[in-house]
């Protein structure tokens, strides 16, 4: 569209312009800014200033809303990347019903509007999300932009998008994709809890208490037939004289059991308490830490969860 057509188009405006089945009445004053703002879009756009111009079709629209400024914002946001706001220009600008005084002009713009609507909407890239994982009602959000249901082609611009989902449990899906125009693209949003899947999380929890307190019980055992060999071997020894013993083969016998059943127990009892530590660990989630201290003489074990 060319400066001194726009310019014309905008002069001989009719005192009603219609973009809907009710008459506005446009004063003249109102019909010259409009024209200004138009001329000043028009001279940006052909500048490359598409920002620039852009604002200066909006303004002007939104004071006369007839199809030639449409169109040409339209045209404006094309040149911007912005292929689905452009399309819907076009729409608007094809079907904005007109005064039947309206000029010539502006049933032209409506014509050139449709070519230019059969034009773009090929060029309008898609994108179609599958779900997996998360439960309930999940939201989601493409750039900041909440969406609807998944499964239809959402239109979007051609360039890099971020897209992320959360449910009403608190498990989050993330994704970023790149379009081309005319492109047809599938994203699957894989939700997953933040510290894992709160079943799992509970069942690794009961299960490191569980060996925690088994490691007691083993420790108990290890304490208890320690202090037995100890008691039985003082036993022996204050029975021993000089030459001979008189403890029995079988009470040598119960000495060498207890004492590996404490150092098996001890043994039992120190393992079964770290995995039990790992075990809540992981329960616990990514916030949770613990810390287990043991030695000849202490055993000290320190658990934080979330």
Request: contains cysteine.
């Amino acid at each position: 569209m060319s400066r001194w057509f726009c310019i014309l188009v905008l002069l001989v405006l009719p005192a009603k312009a219609s973009a809907s089945p009710d008459l506005v009445e446009v004063p003249k004053l109102e019909r010259e800014r409009v024209a200004r703002l138009a001329d000043e879009g028009l001279a940006l756009f052909e500048s490359g200033d598409f920002e620039g111009a852009l604002k200066r079709f909006e303004e002007a629209e939104g004071r006369v809303p007839v199809p030639t400024l449409t169109l040409q914002r339209g045209l404006t946001l094309e040149k911007l990347g912005r292929l689905v706001e452009a399309k819907r220009a076009f729409e608007i600008a094809a079907t904005i019903e007109l005064d039947p005084n309206a000029p010539w002009q502006h049933s032209n713009a409506q014509r050139t509007a449709q070519r230019e609507l059969l034009r773009i909407s090929p060029m309008v890239p898609t994108l179609r999300i599958a779900l997996r994982g998360g439960e309930g009602a999940r939201q989601l959000v493409i750039d900041g932009r909440p969406i609807g249901v998944t499964g239809d082609l959402i239109p979007v611009d051609p360039g890099t998008h971020s897209i992320t989902g959360r449910d009403p449990d608190g498990a989050v899906a993330e994704a970023v994709v790149d379009v081309i125009p005319g492109s047809r693209t599938e994203v699957l949003l894989e939700f997953r809890h933040p510290n894992g899947d709160p079943t799992a999380r509970t069942v690794w929890t009961a299960l490191g208490y569980g060996l925690i307190g088994l490691s007691g019980a083993a420790l108990g055992v290890a304490i208890g037939t320690g202090v037995a060999s100890f008691a039985l071997a003082a036993d022996l020894e204050a029975g021993c004289g000089e030459m001979s013993c008189s403890g029995s083969s079988a009470d040598d016998e119960q000495l060498q059991v207890y004492r590996v059943v404490a150092l098996s127990s001890l043994i039992a009892g120190a393992v079964t308490s770290g995995l039990g530590v790992a075990a809540v660990v992981v329960g616990g989630g990514e916030k949770s830490s613990a810390k287990l201290t043991l030695g000849p003489a202490s055993f000290a074990l320190s658990i934080t969860l979330p």
